[in-house]
């Protein structure tokens, strides 16, 4: 019999904070088990690292961890 439940998450998969990122923003984002800063551009939908040699979808798979540090929270 087929998985529905597994075959429907797995085609909506969860929103993770980072899918909202706005442009400008600076986030540090877990890939690979290693902590990196990224900013985001809007216009690609992706973040960038410093160099701009080293960018990634902002719903990369491979992204299991991010968080925002610039601008900074105040709440």
């Known amino acids: 019999a087929p998985d ?7 085609a909506h998969p969860e929103r993770k904070p ?5 442009d400008g ?10 902590d990196f ?3 985001f551009d809007s216009r690609d939908e992706r973040f960038v690292y410093a160099s701009g040699e080293t960018w990634f979808p902002h ?3 491979g992204i299991t961890g991010g968080r925002r540090i610039w ?3 105040a709440s």
Do not use: M, N
């Open 18 to 22: 980072w899918h909202d990122a706005k």
């Open 71 to 73: 601008p900074e929270d």
């Open 25 to 34: 923003e600076v986030w540090v984002l877990t890939y690979e088990g290693k």
């Open 37 to 39: 800063a990224f900013g």
């Open 59 to 61: 719903t990369d798979p």
């Open 4 to 10: 529905f439940g597994r075959a429907f998450f797995e």
